[in-house]
């Protein structure tokens, strides 16, 4: 059936490289894929967007040209929407834009195996090929994200580049103890310190696939313990909040919540403000001009979640 797709895409097209960009709940994944959107950089790219939540808040920060992004929401690609990317795949290659390459943002609880592994059996061999597996680290998280969930472990082992990110935030000896914590999950990937993952864009398309064989060093994990327990919910917001409550119930969030993010309306603001948070750091910013479309509310991901708590103290921000 895949092979009957297959035959719509345009002949003789040229191979297009596609980028896997993998990294924990928060650790930056959508501020390097911004960077590569809206950076010169000369590559007509595409992207696909993953979220483990059901609000499509990635899709709405990313880029300007909606038509070169494809979100696949309401579900991890590792698993839930596993269905829905080659299916994605297609409809981008099939468009005849010419692309120099795809970016496949996955959520940041997905394992990376799957997704390589679905890309190598499928049909799309003549039309596509994996470039590399970047994976962002969270330096600030390192290691309670790595306890959190085995997604963590693999998004590590199956990389070709690890950006370890944040180092503005942490201790000058911390980004050197977690290369070395690294390289004994892989050997192999090249491993850049970075902040607000600003690094050259040339590196990442430029990551041979030193990891091919890390395949075999992957574990085989269980569904719901490549998760690690961690389930995603939304908390509708119709009325604009006050942002110094707001502010205060941010940072007084209980550690069962890995990552907060969405959009909201704030009394003393006009427009939208985008709200991004991972453990007890957040920060408040005017949402790009795309996302004022979007559904106001946040999504909560994390472990064992008072979430009617949660609603209730969020709506009494307004
Ligand atoms: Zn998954």
């Known amino acids: 059936m895949l092979a009957q797709r297959g035959s719509g895409l345009p002949p003789g097209a040229a191979i297009v490289p596609v980028t896997i960009l993998t990294g924990f709940l928060g650790a930056g994944k959508t501020t390097l894929l911004n960077r590569v959107l809206t950076e010169s950089h000369g590559a007509r790219l595409a992207v696909i967007v993953n979220e483990f939540g059901e609000l499509g808040v990635d899709g709405a920060l990313v880029g300007d040209d909606a038509s070169s992004v494809i979100e696949l929401a309401n579900g991890c690609v590792c698993c839930a929407t596993r269905g829905q990317l080659l299916p994605s795949l297609y409809r981008l290659l099939a468009d005849d834009r010419q692309l120099d390459g795809i970016l496949i943002e996955t959520s940041g609880l997905a394992d990376p195996f799957p997704v390589v592994e679905e890309l190598a059996h499928s049909t799309l061999a003549d039309h596509a090929r994996l470039d590399g597996v970047i994976a962002v680290i969270d330096a600030l998280n390192f290691d309670r994200n790595l306890d959190s969930a085995e997604a963590a472990y693999q998004q590590i082992v199956g990389a070709d580049i690890l950006l370890v990110n944040k180092t503005d935030l942490v201790a000058a000896d911390i980004p050197g103890r977690i290369a070395k914590g690294v390289r004994t999950l892989n050997a192999h990937a090249r491993i850049v310190d970075c902040a607000r993952c600003d690094v050259p864009l040339e590196i990442l398309f430029d990551a ?8 075999q060093r992957s574990i085989e994990v269980e569904h719901d313990q490549r998760h690690g327990g961690f389930a995603s919910a939304v908390l509708a917001v119709d009325e604009p909040l006050s942002g110094d409550r707001l502010a205060a119930w941010l940072g007084d969030l209980p550690a069962s919540v890995f990552r907060a993010k969405g ?9 939208v403000v985008e709200v991004s948070a991972v453990g007890t750091r957040y920060v408040l910013q005017p949402a790009p001009r795309d996302a004022a479309k979007a559904v106001t509310g946040l999504v909560v991901i994390g472990r064992a979640m008072p979430i009617a708590d949660l609603r209730q103290s969020l709506a009494a921000c307004a």
């Open 208 to 215: 041979p696939r030193a990891s091919s064989c890390a395949a």
């Open 263 to 271: 959009f909201v309306r704030l009394q003393e603001a006009d427009g």
